[in-house]
Protein backbone atom coordinates (compact mmCIF):
# COMPACT_ATOMS: atom_id res chain seq x y z
CA UNK A 1 0.00 0.00 0.00
CA UNK A 2 2.98 2.65 1.20
CA UNK A 3 4.37 1.67 -2.33
CA UNK A 4 1.50 2.55 -4.58
CA UNK A 5 0.88 5.23 -2.08
CA UNK A 6 4.16 7.08 -2.79
CA UNK A 7 4.12 6.32 -6.43
CA UNK A 8 0.54 7.66 -7.47
CA UNK A 9 1.75 10.48 -4.72
CA UNK A 10 4.31 11.45 -7.47
CA UNK A 11 3.02 10.51 -10.87
CA UNK A 12 -0.88 11.54 -10.64
CA UNK A 13 0.60 15.50 -10.00
CA UNK A 14 3.90 15.46 -12.63
CA UNK A 15 2.35 16.65 -15.60
CA UNK A 16 1.64 19.87 -13.30
CA UNK A 17 5.29 19.71 -12.06
CA UNK A 18 6.81 19.94 -15.24
CA UNK A 19 4.75 22.34 -17.25
CA UNK A 20 4.76 24.56 -13.74
CA UNK A 21 8.10 25.02 -11.94
CA UNK A 22 10.38 23.32 -14.57
CA UNK A 23 8.43 24.98 -17.61
CA UNK A 24 8.30 22.55 -20.00
CA UNK A 25 5.49 22.38 -22.71
CA UNK A 26 2.17 20.15 -22.40
CA UNK A 27 3.42 17.86 -25.33
CA UNK A 28 7.06 17.68 -23.71
CA UNK A 29 5.83 17.17 -20.50
CA UNK A 30 3.29 14.37 -21.71
CA UNK A 31 5.81 12.34 -23.24
CA UNK A 32 8.42 12.70 -20.38
CA UNK A 33 5.56 11.26 -17.75
CA UNK A 34 5.15 8.90 -20.79
CA UNK A 35 8.42 8.09 -20.63
CA UNK A 36 9.18 7.63 -17.11
CA UNK A 37 5.44 5.73 -16.59
CA UNK A 38 6.91 3.26 -19.32
CA UNK A 39 10.16 2.91 -18.05
CA UNK A 40 9.05 2.14 -14.04
CA UNK A 41 6.17 -0.39 -15.60
CA UNK A 42 8.88 -1.99 -17.81
CA UNK A 43 11.53 -2.22 -15.04
CA UNK A 44 9.87 -4.97 -13.42
CA UNK A 45 10.88 -7.58 -15.87
CA UNK A 46 14.38 -6.73 -14.89
CA UNK A 47 13.41 -7.00 -11.24
CA UNK A 48 11.26 -10.17 -11.79
CA UNK A 49 14.67 -11.82 -13.50
CA UNK A 50 16.58 -11.06 -10.36
CA UNK A 51 14.04 -12.04 -8.12
CA UNK A 52 13.11 -15.61 -9.73
CA UNK A 53 16.52 -16.11 -10.68
CA UNK A 54 18.82 -14.99 -7.86
CA UNK A 55 17.60 -12.77 -4.55
CA UNK A 56 14.29 -14.74 -4.69
CA UNK A 57 11.29 -12.23 -3.61
CA UNK A 58 11.90 -11.48 0.05
CA UNK A 59 15.91 -9.96 -0.53
CA UNK A 60 14.28 -7.94 -3.54
CA UNK A 61 11.93 -6.64 -1.41
CA UNK A 62 13.99 -5.23 1.10
CA UNK A 63 16.87 -4.03 -1.82
CA UNK A 64 14.10 -2.22 -3.78
CA UNK A 65 12.73 -0.50 -0.80
CA UNK A 66 15.52 1.17 0.37
CA UNK A 67 16.30 2.24 -3.41
CA UNK A 68 12.47 3.53 -3.04
CA UNK A 69 13.14 5.65 -0.14
CA UNK A 70 16.83 6.98 -1.20
CA UNK A 71 15.11 8.19 -4.71
CA UNK A 72 12.46 9.67 -2.92
CA UNK A 73 14.59 11.57 -0.62
CA UNK A 74 16.44 13.03 -3.50
CA UNK A 75 13.60 14.00 -5.15
CA UNK A 76 12.49 15.76 -2.11
CA UNK A 77 15.93 17.22 -2.02
CA UNK A 78 15.64 18.35 -5.86
CA UNK A 79 12.68 20.18 -5.23
CA UNK A 80 14.02 21.86 -1.80
CA UNK A 81 17.03 23.11 -4.18
CA UNK A 82 14.78 24.96 -6.84
CA UNK A 83 15.56 28.66 -5.84
CA UNK A 84 19.13 27.45 -5.71
CA UNK A 85 20.26 25.40 -8.77
CA UNK A 86 20.67 26.51 -12.42
CA UNK A 87 17.25 25.41 -13.98
CA UNK A 88 19.32 22.95 -16.11
CA UNK A 89 21.02 21.33 -13.41
CA UNK A 90 17.96 21.18 -11.54
CA UNK A 91 16.11 19.24 -14.03
CA UNK A 92 18.79 16.63 -14.67
CA UNK A 93 18.63 16.27 -10.61
CA UNK A 94 14.92 16.09 -10.68
CA UNK A 95 14.84 13.51 -13.29
CA UNK A 96 18.30 11.22 -12.18
CA UNK A 97 15.86 10.85 -8.77
CA UNK A 98 12.74 10.33 -10.42
CA UNK A 99 14.35 7.23 -12.66
CA UNK A 100 15.83 5.97 -9.07
CA UNK A 101 12.02 5.27 -7.92
CA UNK A 102 11.09 4.14 -11.20
CA UNK A 103 14.08 1.51 -11.04
CA UNK A 104 12.74 0.79 -7.42
CA UNK A 105 9.60 -0.01 -8.34
CA UNK A 106 10.76 -2.70 -10.83
CA UNK A 107 12.15 -5.08 -7.75
CA UNK A 108 9.29 -3.93 -5.56
CA UNK A 109 5.92 -4.40 -7.28
CA UNK A 110 6.46 -8.01 -9.16
CA UNK A 111 8.09 -9.39 -5.59
CA UNK A 112 5.84 -7.98 -3.23
CA UNK A 113 2.61 -9.30 -4.96
CA UNK A 114 4.21 -12.63 -6.25
CA UNK A 115 5.42 -13.15 -1.99
CA UNK A 116 2.10 -11.92 -1.09
CA UNK A 117 0.17 -14.93 -3.35
CA UNK A 118 2.69 -17.40 -2.23
CA UNK A 119 1.55 -17.16 1.17
CA UNK A 120 -1.79 -19.06 0.71
CA UNK A 121 -1.28 -23.19 0.39
CA UNK A 122 -3.04 -24.35 -2.54
CA UNK A 123 -3.20 -27.73 -1.07
CA UNK A 124 -5.06 -26.02 1.88
CA UNK A 125 -8.87 -26.08 0.67
CA UNK A 126 -9.91 -23.29 3.23
CA UNK A 127 -6.61 -21.31 1.40
CA UNK A 128 -7.07 -22.22 -1.59
CA UNK A 129 -10.68 -20.85 -1.72
CA UNK A 130 -9.61 -17.64 -0.01
CA UNK A 131 -6.27 -17.20 -2.63
CA UNK A 132 -9.32 -16.98 -5.40
CA UNK A 133 -9.84 -13.41 -3.73
CA UNK A 134 -6.68 -12.57 -3.05
CA UNK A 135 -6.13 -10.35 -6.58
CA UNK A 136 -9.35 -8.42 -5.52
CA UNK A 137 -8.58 -7.74 -1.94
CA UNK A 138 -5.06 -6.89 -3.15
CA UNK A 139 -5.91 -4.17 -5.84
CA UNK A 140 -9.14 -3.35 -3.82
CA UNK A 141 -6.27 -1.80 -0.94
CA UNK A 142 -3.95 -0.63 -3.41
CA UNK A 143 -6.87 1.59 -4.37
CA UNK A 144 -7.72 2.74 -1.28
CA UNK A 145 -3.69 3.64 -0.63
CA UNK A 146 -3.90 5.36 -4.30
CA UNK A 147 -6.69 7.04 -3.23
CA UNK A 148 -5.24 8.42 -0.25
CA UNK A 149 -2.78 9.80 -1.90
CA UNK A 150 -4.23 11.26 -4.54
CA UNK A 151 -6.55 13.39 -2.39
CA UNK A 152 -3.90 13.67 0.50
CA UNK A 153 -0.57 14.66 -1.53
CA UNK A 154 -1.99 16.48 -5.00
CA UNK A 155 -3.73 19.04 -2.55
CA UNK A 156 -0.32 19.02 -0.34
CA UNK A 157 1.60 20.12 -3.42
CA UNK A 158 -0.94 22.32 -4.87
CA UNK A 159 -1.54 24.34 -1.68
CA UNK A 160 1.34 23.73 0.63
CA UNK A 161 4.70 23.24 -1.41
CA UNK A 162 6.34 20.49 -3.71
CA UNK A 163 8.80 19.71 -0.85
CA UNK A 164 6.44 18.40 1.68
CA UNK A 165 4.04 16.72 -1.18
CA UNK A 166 7.37 14.68 -2.63
CA UNK A 167 8.83 14.32 1.08
CA UNK A 168 5.68 12.36 2.85
CA UNK A 169 5.92 9.51 0.94
CA UNK A 170 9.54 8.72 1.31
CA UNK A 171 8.63 8.71 5.45
CA UNK A 172 5.59 6.09 4.68
CA UNK A 173 7.92 4.40 2.32
CA UNK A 174 10.37 4.20 5.34
CA UNK A 175 7.67 2.99 7.98
CA UNK A 176 6.43 0.69 5.76
CA UNK A 177 9.80 -1.56 5.15
CA UNK A 178 9.88 -1.43 9.07
CA UNK A 179 6.42 -2.84 9.40
CA UNK A 180 7.46 -5.76 6.44
CA UNK A 181 11.11 -6.67 8.15
CA UNK A 182 8.80 -7.18 11.35
CA UNK A 183 6.49 -9.79 10.12
CA UNK A 184 10.01 -11.83 8.41
CA UNK A 185 9.34 -14.47 11.03
CA UNK A 186 6.12 -15.35 10.26
CA UNK A 187 6.25 -15.30 6.42
CA UNK A 188 6.39 -19.10 3.97
CA UNK A 189 9.31 -19.01 1.30
CA UNK A 190 9.30 -21.37 -1.26
CA UNK A 191 12.26 -23.59 -1.65
CA UNK A 192 13.05 -24.39 -5.94
CA UNK A 193 13.74 -28.38 -6.13
CA UNK A 194 15.14 -27.83 -9.26
CA UNK A 195 18.43 -25.92 -8.59
CA UNK A 196 18.40 -24.71 -12.81
CA UNK A 197 18.10 -20.95 -13.48
CA UNK A 198 14.61 -21.09 -14.64
CA UNK A 199 14.93 -18.41 -17.25
CA UNK A 200 17.82 -20.42 -18.91
CA UNK A 201 15.37 -23.47 -19.60
CA UNK A 202 12.79 -21.86 -21.33
CA UNK A 203 15.20 -20.21 -22.97
CA UNK A 204 17.20 -23.10 -23.99
CA UNK A 205 13.85 -24.59 -25.15
CA UNK A 206 13.41 -21.42 -27.66
CA UNK A 207 16.70 -22.06 -28.75
CA UNK A 208 16.43 -26.19 -29.76
CA UNK A 209 13.53 -25.44 -30.94
CA UNK A 210 14.97 -22.39 -32.88
CA UNK A 211 17.90 -25.11 -34.24
CA UNK A 212 15.33 -27.37 -34.95
CA UNK A 213 12.62 -25.76 -36.93
CA UNK A 214 11.85 -28.62 -38.91
CA UNK A 215 10.54 -30.57 -35.92
CA UNK A 216 7.47 -29.87 -33.57
CA UNK A 217 8.06 -27.67 -29.88
CA UNK A 218 7.78 -31.34 -28.30
CA UNK A 219 10.51 -33.37 -30.05
CA UNK A 220 13.31 -31.20 -28.68
CA UNK A 221 12.63 -33.09 -25.75
CA UNK A 222 14.85 -35.93 -26.89
CA UNK A 223 18.56 -35.62 -28.47
CA UNK A 224 19.43 -39.24 -30.36
CA UNK A 225 22.87 -40.35 -29.46
CA UNK A 226 23.95 -42.78 -32.21
CA UNK A 227 27.41 -43.70 -30.53
CA UNK A 228 25.90 -45.17 -27.26
CA UNK A 229 22.78 -46.32 -27.99
CA UNK A 230 21.39 -44.18 -25.75
CA UNK A 231 18.80 -40.96 -25.90
CA UNK A 232 20.22 -38.03 -23.82
CA UNK A 233 17.87 -35.63 -22.87
CA UNK A 234 18.10 -31.93 -24.36
CA UNK A 235 15.06 -30.14 -22.35
CA UNK A 236 12.49 -31.90 -19.89
CA UNK A 237 9.00 -32.35 -20.45
CA UNK A 238 8.02 -29.39 -17.65
CA UNK A 239 10.30 -27.45 -19.81
CA UNK A 240 8.77 -27.72 -22.80
CA UNK A 241 5.48 -27.17 -21.50
CA UNK A 242 6.57 -23.90 -19.67
CA UNK A 243 7.96 -22.60 -23.07
CA UNK A 244 4.10 -23.77 -24.79
CA UNK A 245 2.16 -21.69 -21.80
CA UNK A 246 4.11 -18.78 -22.78
CA UNK A 247 3.84 -18.71 -26.16
CA UNK A 248 -0.04 -19.10 -25.97
CA UNK A 249 -0.34 -15.86 -23.47
CA UNK A 250 1.14 -13.80 -26.37
CA UNK A 251 -1.50 -12.76 -28.78
CA UNK A 252 -3.99 -12.35 -25.43
CA UNK A 253 -0.90 -10.03 -24.25
CA UNK A 254 -0.82 -8.06 -27.86
CA UNK A 255 -4.15 -7.21 -28.21
CA UNK A 256 -4.25 -5.77 -24.43
CA UNK A 257 -1.64 -3.24 -25.20
CA UNK A 258 -4.76 -0.87 -26.59
CA UNK A 259 -5.88 -0.56 -23.22
CA UNK A 260 -3.05 0.39 -21.38
CA UNK A 261 -2.34 3.28 -24.27
CA UNK A 262 -6.15 4.05 -23.14
CA UNK A 263 -5.09 3.90 -19.57
CA UNK A 264 -2.21 6.20 -19.98
CA UNK A 265 -4.05 8.96 -20.46
CA UNK A 266 -5.74 9.20 -17.39
CA UNK A 267 -2.40 10.29 -15.53
CA UNK A 268 -1.44 13.28 -18.71
CA UNK A 269 -3.96 14.37 -20.40
CA UNK A 270 -6.93 13.99 -18.17
CA UNK A 271 -5.47 15.96 -16.15
CA UNK A 272 -4.62 18.64 -18.06
CA UNK A 273 -8.19 18.95 -19.25
CA UNK A 274 -9.38 19.01 -15.55
CA UNK A 275 -6.49 21.92 -14.72
CA UNK A 276 -8.46 24.23 -17.65
CA UNK A 277 -12.57 24.04 -15.84
CA UNK A 278 -13.95 24.83 -13.14
CA UNK A 279 -12.96 22.99 -10.35
CA UNK A 280 -14.59 25.05 -6.94
CA UNK A 281 -16.57 22.87 -4.72
CA UNK A 282 -17.28 26.17 -2.65
CA UNK A 283 -16.87 29.65 -2.89
CA UNK A 284 -12.98 29.27 -1.29
CA UNK A 285 -12.09 25.45 -2.02
CA UNK A 286 -10.90 24.63 -5.09
CA UNK A 287 -10.30 20.51 -6.15
CA UNK A 288 -6.18 20.30 -7.33
CA UNK A 289 -6.44 19.10 -11.13
CA UNK A 290 -4.61 16.03 -9.88
CA UNK A 291 -7.03 14.95 -7.11
CA UNK A 292 -9.34 14.13 -10.18
CA UNK A 293 -7.76 10.97 -10.95
CA UNK A 294 -9.11 9.73 -7.82
CA UNK A 295 -12.16 8.83 -9.31
CA UNK A 296 -10.25 5.83 -10.62
CA UNK A 297 -9.24 4.23 -8.07
CA UNK A 298 -12.75 5.29 -5.51
CA UNK A 299 -14.42 3.42 -8.57
CA UNK A 300 -11.91 0.19 -7.98
CA UNK A 301 -12.79 0.54 -4.18
CA UNK A 302 -16.46 0.50 -4.30
CA UNK A 303 -16.71 -2.24 -7.35
CA UNK A 304 -14.20 -4.52 -6.33
CA UNK A 305 -16.34 -5.59 -3.42
CA UNK A 306 -19.52 -5.51 -5.50
CA UNK A 307 -17.78 -7.59 -7.72
CA UNK A 308 -16.40 -10.35 -5.76
CA UNK A 309 -19.15 -10.32 -3.23
CA UNK A 310 -22.13 -10.16 -5.72
CA UNK A 311 -21.62 -10.17 -8.89
CA UNK A 312 -19.21 -13.51 -8.90
CA UNK A 313 -21.63 -15.36 -6.73
CA UNK A 314 -24.49 -14.75 -8.90
CA UNK A 315 -22.52 -15.29 -11.99
CA UNK A 316 -21.06 -19.02 -10.30
CA UNK A 317 -25.34 -19.73 -9.99
CA UNK A 318 -25.80 -19.22 -13.67
CA UNK A 319 -22.44 -20.79 -15.03
CA UNK A 320 -22.01 -22.95 -12.22
CA UNK A 321 -17.74 -22.11 -12.78
CA UNK A 322 -16.34 -21.69 -9.51
CA UNK A 323 -15.27 -18.05 -10.81
CA UNK A 324 -18.56 -16.97 -12.51
CA UNK A 325 -17.22 -15.70 -15.18
CA UNK A 326 -13.91 -17.15 -17.19
CA UNK A 327 -11.13 -14.68 -16.70
CA UNK A 328 -10.78 -13.82 -20.54
CA UNK A 329 -14.64 -13.32 -20.50
CA UNK A 330 -13.22 -10.70 -17.07
CA UNK A 331 -11.02 -9.17 -19.18
CA UNK A 332 -12.84 -8.82 -22.44
CA UNK A 333 -15.22 -7.06 -20.61
CA UNK A 334 -12.85 -4.57 -19.75
CA UNK A 335 -11.57 -3.75 -23.09
CA UNK A 336 -15.00 -3.38 -24.26
CA UNK A 337 -15.31 -0.50 -21.22
CA UNK A 338 -12.31 0.85 -22.97
CA UNK A 339 -13.64 1.90 -26.06
CA UNK A 340 -16.53 3.15 -24.59
CA UNK A 341 -14.43 5.71 -22.27
CA UNK A 342 -12.63 7.18 -25.20
CA UNK A 343 -15.76 7.55 -27.02
CA UNK A 344 -17.50 9.12 -23.78
CA UNK A 345 -14.08 11.10 -23.17
CA UNK A 346 -14.31 12.92 -27.10
CA UNK A 347 -17.85 13.93 -26.64
CA UNK A 348 -16.69 15.75 -23.24
CA UNK A 349 -13.64 17.52 -24.50
CA UNK A 350 -15.89 18.73 -27.50
CA UNK A 351 -18.59 20.16 -24.97
CA UNK A 352 -15.55 21.80 -23.56
CA UNK A 353 -13.98 23.16 -26.35
CA UNK A 354 -17.63 24.48 -27.15
CA UNK A 355 -17.92 26.43 -24.12
CA UNK A 356 -14.63 27.68 -24.32
CA UNK A 357 -15.21 29.28 -27.73
CA UNK A 358 -19.04 30.84 -26.46
CA UNK A 359 -16.64 31.86 -23.80
CA UNK A 360 -14.68 33.76 -25.78
CA UNK A 361 -11.70 31.79 -23.95
CA UNK A 362 -9.83 30.73 -27.48
CA UNK A 363 -7.58 33.00 -27.45
CA UNK A 364 -6.98 32.73 -23.63
CA UNK A 365 -4.75 29.96 -22.88
CA UNK A 366 -5.26 30.64 -18.57
CA UNK A 367 -8.71 31.32 -18.61
CA UNK A 368 -10.85 28.92 -16.99
CA UNK A 369 -14.05 27.18 -18.70
CA UNK A 370 -16.96 27.59 -16.94
CA UNK A 371 -18.45 24.41 -17.16
CA UNK A 372 -17.74 21.97 -14.04
CA UNK A 373 -14.69 19.50 -13.77
CA UNK A 374 -17.34 16.97 -12.55
CA UNK A 375 -17.98 16.63 -16.43
CA UNK A 376 -14.98 14.34 -16.29
CA UNK A 377 -15.89 12.00 -14.02
CA UNK A 378 -18.02 9.28 -16.37
CA UNK A 379 -14.81 8.57 -18.36
CA UNK A 380 -12.77 8.38 -15.01
CA UNK A 381 -15.46 5.86 -13.60
CA UNK A 382 -16.14 3.95 -16.60
CA UNK A 383 -12.16 3.21 -16.70
CA UNK A 384 -12.29 2.49 -13.10
CA UNK A 385 -14.83 -0.40 -13.75
CA UNK A 386 -12.61 -1.37 -16.61
CA UNK A 387 -9.55 -1.74 -14.61
CA UNK A 388 -11.29 -3.82 -12.12
CA UNK A 389 -12.02 -6.33 -14.95
CA UNK A 390 -9.07 -5.90 -17.36
CA UNK A 391 -6.21 -4.90 -15.25
CA UNK A 392 -7.07 -6.83 -12.30
CA UNK A 393 -8.67 -10.02 -14.00
CA UNK A 394 -5.09 -10.03 -16.10
CA UNK A 395 -2.75 -10.00 -13.25
CA UNK A 396 -4.86 -13.20 -12.06
CA UNK A 397 -5.05 -14.69 -15.58
CA UNK A 398 -1.63 -14.28 -16.42
CA UNK A 399 -0.54 -15.38 -12.86
CA UNK A 400 -2.00 -18.46 -13.52
CA UNK A 401 -1.37 -19.66 -16.15
CA UNK A 402 2.69 -18.50 -15.92
CA UNK A 403 5.26 -21.34 -14.98
CA UNK A 404 5.35 -22.09 -11.72
CA UNK A 405 9.26 -21.31 -11.12
CA UNK A 406 8.57 -18.01 -12.71
CA UNK A 407 5.20 -16.10 -10.99
CA UNK A 408 7.33 -12.80 -10.10
CA UNK A 409 7.96 -12.75 -13.89
CA UNK A 410 4.13 -12.99 -14.57
CA UNK A 411 3.66 -9.91 -12.48
CA UNK A 412 6.21 -8.27 -14.13
CA UNK A 413 4.73 -8.87 -17.65
CA UNK A 414 1.44 -7.43 -16.87
CA UNK A 415 3.33 -3.87 -15.66
CA UNK A 416 5.43 -4.44 -18.72
CA UNK A 417 2.40 -4.15 -20.64
CA UNK A 418 1.25 -1.28 -18.91
CA UNK A 419 4.73 0.48 -19.02
CA UNK A 420 4.80 -0.81 -23.17
CA UNK A 421 1.67 1.72 -23.43
CA UNK A 422 2.82 4.41 -22.09
CA UNK A 423 5.77 4.19 -24.07
CA UNK A 424 3.31 3.92 -27.11
CA UNK A 425 1.11 6.72 -25.80
CA UNK A 426 4.14 8.56 -25.63
CA UNK A 427 5.31 8.07 -29.60
CA UNK A 428 1.78 9.13 -30.50
CA UNK A 429 1.01 11.66 -29.09
CA UNK A 430 4.89 12.96 -30.25
CA UNK A 431 4.22 12.02 -34.04
CA UNK A 432 0.66 13.58 -34.14
CA UNK A 433 2.05 16.52 -32.38
CA UNK A 434 4.98 16.52 -34.63
CA UNK A 435 2.06 15.70 -37.94
CA UNK A 436 -0.82 18.02 -36.91
CA UNK A 437 1.66 21.35 -36.66
CA UNK A 438 3.59 20.39 -39.68
CA UNK A 439 2.40 22.85 -41.92
CA UNK A 440 1.97 25.95 -39.27
CA UNK A 441 -1.27 24.60 -37.89
CA UNK A 442 -2.58 24.07 -34.44
CA UNK A 443 -1.71 20.81 -32.72
CA UNK A 444 -3.64 18.57 -31.15
CA UNK A 445 -2.05 19.14 -28.07
CA UNK A 446 -1.61 23.08 -28.75
CA UNK A 447 -0.02 24.26 -25.01
CA UNK A 448 -3.52 26.00 -25.12
CA UNK A 449 -6.09 23.36 -24.59
CA UNK A 450 -8.76 25.54 -26.10
CA UNK A 451 -7.00 25.43 -29.30
CA UNK A 452 -6.53 21.63 -29.41
CA UNK A 453 -8.07 18.69 -30.47
CA UNK A 454 -7.61 16.14 -27.76
CA UNK A 455 -11.76 15.18 -28.62
CA UNK A 456 -9.74 13.83 -32.37
CA UNK A 457 -7.27 11.97 -29.70
CA UNK A 458 -9.32 10.30 -27.96
CA UNK A 459 -11.95 9.15 -30.85
CA UNK A 460 -8.91 7.93 -33.02
CA UNK A 461 -7.75 5.53 -29.63
CA UNK A 462 -11.72 4.32 -29.81
CA UNK A 463 -11.31 3.27 -32.92
CA UNK A 464 -7.81 1.68 -32.62
CA UNK A 465 -9.21 0.04 -29.31
CA UNK A 466 -12.44 -1.44 -31.10
CA UNK A 467 -10.16 -2.93 -33.55
CA UNK A 468 -7.83 -4.34 -30.90
CA UNK A 469 -11.39 -5.98 -28.65
CA UNK A 470 -12.21 -7.59 -31.86
CA UNK A 471 -8.75 -9.16 -32.30
CA UNK A 472 -8.95 -10.13 -28.84
CA UNK A 473 -12.27 -11.74 -28.53
CA UNK A 474 -10.71 -14.15 -31.90
CA UNK A 475 -7.82 -15.18 -29.79
CA UNK A 476 -9.63 -15.61 -26.53
CA UNK A 477 -12.15 -18.22 -28.26
CA UNK A 478 -9.51 -20.43 -29.38
CA UNK A 479 -7.02 -20.56 -26.03
CA UNK A 480 -6.75 -23.14 -24.31
CA UNK A 481 -6.19 -22.76 -20.41
CA UNK A 482 -3.30 -24.25 -18.66
CA UNK A 483 -4.48 -26.82 -16.43
CA UNK A 484 -1.69 -27.51 -14.26
CA UNK A 485 -1.18 -26.30 -10.51
CA UNK A 486 0.49 -23.79 -9.17
CA UNK A 487 2.35 -23.83 -6.13
Known amino acids: MAERFAYYGISSNLIIYLTGPLGQSTATAAANVNAWSGTAFLSPLVGAFIA ?46 LYLVALAQGGHKPSVQAFGAYQFDVENERERKAKSSFFNWWNFFLSTSVLIGLLVLSYVQENLSWELGFGIPCIVMCFSLSIFLLGSMTYRFRINNDQRNPFVRIIRVFGEAAKNRNIFLDKVMIEPNNQKGLESKVCSINDIEDAKEIIRLVPILLTCLTYTVVYAQSTTLFTKQGATMDRYISSSFQIPSAALQSFTPATLVVFIPIYDRVIVPIARAITRKPSGISMLQRVGSGLFLSVVSMVVAGFVERKRLEASKQNGLSASPNGTVPMSVFWLAPQFLILGVGDVLTLVGLQEFVYDQFPVDLKSMSFAVGLGLVGSGSFLSSFLISAIDKFTKGNG ?4 FSDDLNKAHLDYFYWLLAAVSALSFSAYVYFARSYIYSTRIAV
Request: net charge neutral.
Open 52 to 97: DSFWGQYRTIVIASLVYILGLGLLTLSAALRSSISSQLQIIFFFLS
Open 441 to 444: GESW
